[in-house]
């Protein structure tokens, strides 16, 4: 079974995930902004604008553009945190559902293949194959078809 991160576990010594979480935002726009500041060659000569052309259309100061900033992070952390303290997840019965697709492949195989068949070839594997179908196969049917539906509404 695949370890999922959880709220309740700490990733950092002393600091639980929802804190680091609610963070990784300010860290990656920090990085994009010390990037765009160290002006370095190599990925200047990727930028899709050229930085006279974007100082000519920017009317906002740095200064508003900070104070916007941190008036968000500070709206979103403790909203945040308001939320997910209070939230207590509810346990999910994964060996529950994993024994209904193994039921689900079991009938499947029995009428695909026959039952004499069925059982001495899927019956020593069931429970490997349904844990499969559980945790990987149906996750990446799931997000295969969430693209092509993307790609069919974006056409």
């Known amino acids: 079974m695949p370890s999922w991160p959880s709220s309740r576990l ?4 002393g600091c639980p995930s929802s804190i680091v979480g609610l963070s990784s935002s300010c860290r990656f726009s920090a990085f994009w902004a010390a990037i765009d500041w160290l002006e370095i060659p190599a990925i200047e000569r990727h930028r899709l604008h ?6 000519s259309r920017n009317r906002v100061t740095l200064g508003a553009v900070i104070k916007a900033v941190l008036v968000q992070h500070a709206i979103q952390t403790a ?3 308001l939320v997910l303290e209070q939230a207590v ?3 999910v019965p994964h060996d529950d559902r994993i024994a209904a697709y193994a039921r ?3 009938q499947l195989s029995t009428i695909a293949f ?3 068949i069925s059982r001495h070839l899927l019956a020593p594997r069931l429970d490997e194959l349904a844990s499969f179908a559980y945790w990987w196969a149906v996750p990446a049917l799931q997000y295969i078809w969430a693209l092509c539906v993307d ?3 974006r056409h």
Do not use: D, T
């Not at 050229?50 to 100082?55: C, D, G, H, I």
């Open 114 to 116: 026959g039952s004499r």
């Open 10 to 13: 700490s990733s950092h010594i």
């Open 89 to 91: 997840p509810k346990p």
């Open 50 to 55: 050229e930085p006279e052309e974007l100082k």
């Open 151 to 153: 790609l069919g509404v």
């Open 79 to 81: 909203l945040g945190l």
């Open 104 to 106: 689900a492949i079991h």
